[in-house]
């Protein structure tokens, strides 16, 4: 079945490092992909998104791209932030009747200042 | 600012009570989910809604049912809440497939 694998946390980075969060899908067909964001306390929230092969996400700084020869989605920032510091989920999306969303376990992100 | 609500942020309740957690949006979607998640992060599906009167059991098995009479209004309820269901909460909407989801900020049970 169709599944998400994301790098395993904690990350931690000194403030202005360079950040890279690795994403593996495995799916049939074209799905569309997500990074979703979640702050201590809150819910998730959408990131960043790409639906088709080539595209590029990008939002407050970070980037994905939709790498249909390697099968990934991974999440960069040039320089990253204490307000940064966040869990990060990738997950990917199927447009059938089965209309469920495959989220990765998710990658803690810690940012010293 | 979050267009799905949900209710209560946070709740401590006794071994046996029945519980019911809210989630409206105000969105008009018909698609809504909840999920649980664990302490270690992990997000598991354990009802989803594809419109009014439609309901499914999601991946993980769960003691809760759901209910959705009204478009907005997707209630979580447990008839007796036990140890095992201490956890977070989340309900989530959205338009249509492949659409983003949008979640609430989530309910913390904790079950004694």
């Known amino acids: 079945g169709d599944s998400v694998t994301q790098m395993e946390g904690p990350v931690t980075l000194s403030e202005e490092a360079f950040l890279t969060i690795n994403c593996t899908y495995t799916?049939?067909?074209?799905?569309?992909l997500f990074w979703y964001v979640q702050y201590p306390g809150e819910g998730l929230q959408l990131l960043l998104k790409?639906?088709?092969?080539?595209d590029k996400g990008s939002n407050k700084g970070f980037e994905a791209t939709y790498r249909k020869e390697t099968t990934s989605f991974h999440l960069e920032k040039g320089s990253v932030q204490v307000s940064d510091s966040a869990v990060y989920f990738c997950?990917?999306?199927?447009?059938?009747?089965?209309?469920?969303?495959?989220f990765g376990k998710g990658t803690r992100l810690h940012i010293l200042p | 600012e979050a267009d799905i609500y949900q209710t209560p942020r946070y709740l401590v309740i006794g071994t046996g009570k029945k519980i019911t957690l809210e989630c409206s949006q105000t969105?008009?979607?018909?698609?809504m989910y909840w999920y649980q998640q664990d302490p270690g992060m992990e997000l598991h599906l354990i009802h989803y809604?594809?419109?009014?009167?439609?309901?499914e059991k999601g991946d993980l098995s769960s003691e809760s049912t759901v209910s959705r009479i009204r478009t907005e209004h997707f209630p979580l309820t447990l008839e007796s809440a036990r140890p095992s269901h201490t956890s977070q909460y989340l309900c989530?909407?959205?338009?249509?497939?492949?659409?983003?989801?949008?979640f609430g900020n989530g309910t913390r049970l904790t079950v004694t």
């Open positions: 989530a909407s959205r338009a249509r497939d492949n659409s983003p989801l949008h």
């Open positions: 799916a049939t067909g074209y799905p569309s």
């Open positions: 790409a639906t088709k092969a080539d």
């Open positions: 997950a990917l999306s199927r447009a059938n009747r089965d209309d469920k969303i495959i």
């Open positions: 969105m008009g979607h018909d698609k």
């Open positions: 809604s594809y419109g009014v009167n439609s309901t």
